[in-house]
């Protein structure tokens, strides 16, 4: 395919792979691959998010909507295969106060998809408040809704076949699995677009 020869003739050096963060060069390219890297890393790139929650009690102080709103933007691992869009993760948070309830207490019926960090505040409760929710992960991808995005993407060109990106993971998956998971989008785009050419 055109994509296999474009992607064949382009070079890539890693500048910085540590951690969430990947920096590379992309040489031998255009800004019109470059920038379809981008969107497809960003937005077409599937990851787990918590979709949908119910509440079986809340004394504390703040709204159901905006607990919803809290826990639904914690980043969830994503294992690389072995899941589909129809797979259904069941998440469970129970708390009682005084403390300051984190992502950690969010407890998956799925070892391999998880809570990415620990350590983020979910809601402060007061003595004797409590939260009980139960929550179902899907995937999705990041047209349709921010949560879904595994990380941030953004990149600068250098001269005229020359980009630098800067990848950084919002923990769903490592940045170069972001990159890699990106061209097999971008790919599997160009064949389905190519079968219904052939058809007309």
């Known amino acids: 395919m055109l994509f296999d020869a474009v992607v064949s003739e382009m070079k890539i050096d890693i500048l910085e792979d540590r951690g969430n963060v990947l920096r590379f060069t992309l040489k031998e390219s255009t800004n019109m691959y470059a920038n379809a890297i981008r969107r497809a890393a960003g937005g077409l790139v599937p990851t787990f998010a918590i979709d949908s929650i119910t509440f079986?009690?809340?004394?504390s102080a703040i709204f159901d909507e905006y607990?919803?709103?809290r826990i639904g933007l914690v980043p969830l691992t994503t294992p690389l295969k072995g899941y589909t869009d129809t797979d259904e993760i069941l998440f469970t948070l129970e708390a009682t106060?005084?403390?300051?309830v984190y992502s950690k207490s969010l407890e998956s019926s799925d070892k391999e998809v998880k809570v990415a960090n620990p350590d983020i505040p979910i809601i402060k409760l007061a003595e004797e408040q409590r939260i009980r929710v139960e929550?179902?992960?899907r995937m999705g991808i990041g047209l349709k809704h921010a949560k879904f995005r595994p990380g941030l993407?953004?990149?600068?060109?250098?001269d005229d076949d020359t980009f630098e990106f800067y990848v950084e993971s919002f923990g769903q998956m490592p940045p170069?699995?972001?990159i890699n998971k990106a061209f097999d989008v971008i790919e599997e785009q160009l064949q389905e677009l190519s079968s219904k050419v052939k058809k007309l």
Do not use: D, F, L, M
Not at 153 to 158: F, G, R
């Open 56 to 59: 079986y009690e809340n004394s």
């Open 67 to 69: 607990i919803s709103h």
């Open 97 to 100: 106060g005084p403390k300051t």
């Open 135 to 137: 929550a179902k992960a």
């Open 153 to 158: 993407v953004t990149y600068e060109q250098k």
């Open 176 to 178: 170069r699995q972001i």
